[in-house]
């Protein structure tokens, strides 16, 4: 699909006068700063814009539909897995809200904090601890230099109380195409406030059309933070044995249930998943450029006692709340799974110290050291601190980890990744079923199955699965992209269907016939007759009038 108009040059030129020099990119310098991916997908981008305020936004909206040349909003860009900063056509002219970085407001009382779409968890969890406010920053494992607004209109989630970001939005303004801006009824009615307070606002809820849509670009966003507990506790357990899935996803199923809202999410590991976390990719032994063998599987967790599945989650709230919780998760959890164990962050720096007695020498010692360090960062983020401890994973076939001191970042480093995240209803069969789908057809492909089961609630588990492929080998690049499409069409017979598409593959989504699809179509002629905002995201493919296009 491409979207290329004949009348950019004079778009541009107004662009520039608006802009300037310094907040836009044209030609080669905007295809390499914005065109770089962890997927195969590599589009067409003739230039960026960077504004630094909703004026500018509407201003250069207005400048496009004019022209009527796409646009493609990112808030940071670093989308990892689903296409990093590029648009899902060719040809759009990508409006990069990074330089709006302002905190707006926040209310201390009611846990409201008002921001732009270029702030990010790093940026938010600075102006918290400087102001010494006691919230959590609603943290991912994309990193601290990711948007929160970015993350939560693509509907992400977080293990921190109010998990699902979406749900956290209270309130948001937007950039329509014709450069008018969309504001709630309550604000509209002058109740800004109470709009704020109260997620819903008045009469047909139209804030979610901005969530996973192209219907506009957002500019401010009002976001509910959690408070930061009296007490924070993370909880660790192990299945040992494969055969016991179904009856932990039962016993998890059961403990949310009986501690809503008071735990946040649980995470199921498989072994493949959390030696990824562990050790290097076992080349020598496999290749590049197939699974890991079972064996070596086997060996490996054995070696590093992993099991079958390992489980993470945590308790927030006072401290005897979380110690009456705490109880319930061991009736609920300790019938069904092994080495069950409570850590806070007290705890373990008690551990560490002790690790420092023990002589380096010693076999074990350099393994308990960096097991502590995964711990640590672990119980950091669960906390509500930003951290990096996720973003090695997409290193792990490349071993081309960053230079000491530099961020992590999969696109400019050459990483290649694809993320496939379907939703699993948390029934014991159909988890096991889904576990067998991803495990049958990902070392078809010569990938590896990493998979994480991730609560949303107590009735659904995300799950995601990271293709993980060099992004110098063509065949590689093809097999996964292979992979992702049999993986998306299996999980369609099976029903697990994904929470979120990348660029490269919402047309599997958005071209199958049906009512949903038909009205997005219809909503989006009305807003956007033009097709100027985010042509083919999350919708049927609008286009260009014919005498505008190539």
Not at 347 to 354: C, P
Not at 506 to 527: C, F, H, P
Request: charged share 20%.
């Amino acid at each position: 699909m491409t979207s290329k108009s004949k009348n950019l040059p004079s778009a541009l030129n107004e662009w520039h006068c608006l802009l300037g020099d310094n907040s836009m990119l044209v030609g080669e310098p905007a295809a390499i700063q914005y065109g770089a991916c962890t997927t195969p997908v590599q589009r067409s981008i003739p230039a960026a814009l960077l504004p630094t305020s909703q004026e500018q936004v509407v201003a250069l909206v207005k400048i496009a539909a004019t022209y009527k040349v796409p646009l493609y909003p990112i808030s940071t860009g670093r989308n990892w897995g689903y296409g990093t900063a590029n648009p899902v056509v060719d040809g759009c002219v990508v409006v990069d809200l990074s330089r709006m970085n302002r905190i707006m407001d926040m209310d201390e009382n009611l846990g409201l904090v008002t921001l732009e779409p270029g702030v990010t968890q790093r940026i938010l969890n600075d102006y918290l601890e400087e102001r010494g406010l006691d919230f959590l920053v609603p943290v991912t494992g994309a990193g601290p230099n990711c948007s929160l607004v970015g993350n939560a209109l693509e509907r992400g989630y977080g293990i921190t109380p109010y998990t699902d970001h979406f749900t956290a939005v209270t309130s948001l303004e937007a950039v329509l195409a014709d450069g008018s801006i969309y504001r709630p009824a309550l604000t509209g009615l002058g109740g800004e406030a109470v709009d704020q307070a109260y997620k819903w606002g008045l009469g047909p809820y139209l804030d979610g059309l901005f969530s996973q849509g192209s219907f506009g670009i957002v500019t401010k966003m009002t976001i509910a933070l959690a408070r930061r507990p009296e007490t924070i506790q993370t909880f660790f357990f192990s299945v040992v044995a494969d055969n016991g899935l179904e009856s932990a996803v039962g016993a998890v199923r059961e403990a949310l249930r009986a501690t809503t809202g008071i735990s946040g999410s649980i995470n199921l590991m498989n072994p493949q998943r959390v030696l990824s976390m562990l050790v290097p990719h076992p080349s020598r032994e496999t290749g590049l450029t197939g699974a890991i063998p079972t064996e070596t599987v086997t060996r490996l967790a054995r070696e590093y006692q992993v099991t079958a599945w390992t489980g993470v989650g945590a308790l927030y709230g006072e401290k005897k709340i979380v110690s009456a919780a705490r109880s319930v998760i061991k009736g609920k959890l300790r019938p069904y799974v092994q080495r069950l164990v409570f850590l806070d962050s007290a705890s373990l720096r008690r551990g560490k110290g002790l690790l420092g007695i023990i002589p380096r020498q010693l076999p074990l010692s350099g393994k308990l050291s960096m097991m502590a360090e995964r711990l640590d960062a672990t119980l950091n983020i669960m906390e509500g601190h930003p951290s990096e401890i996720a973003l090695p994973l997409a290193y792990w076939k490349s071993g081309s980890l960053p230079r000491q001191g530099m961020d992590h970042d999969p696109a400019r480093d050459g990483c290649g990744l694809i993320w496939y995240a379907p939703l699993v209803p948390m029934v014991p069969e159909r988890v096991r079923c889904y576990v067998e789908m991803v495990k049958n057809i990902c070392p078809s492909y010569g990938l590896d199955p990493l998979i994480t089961l991730t609560s949303v609630s107590d009735r659904c588990f995300d799950s995601t699965v990271p293709l993980l492929f060099s992004k110098n080998n063509l065949d590689e690049a093809v097999k996964a992209q292979e992979c992702f499409k049999n993986l998306f069409e299996a999980g369609q017979r099976e029903g697990f269907l994904p929470y979120r598409l990348g660029v490269h593959s919402m047309e599997l989504a958005t071209e199958q016939e049906g009512s949903y699809w038909d009205t997005v179509r219809r909503i989006k002629k009305a807003l956007d007759p033009g097709c100027i905002i985010a042509p083919g995201r999350y919708e049927p493919g609008c286009h260009l009038g014919k005498e505008e296009t190539d």
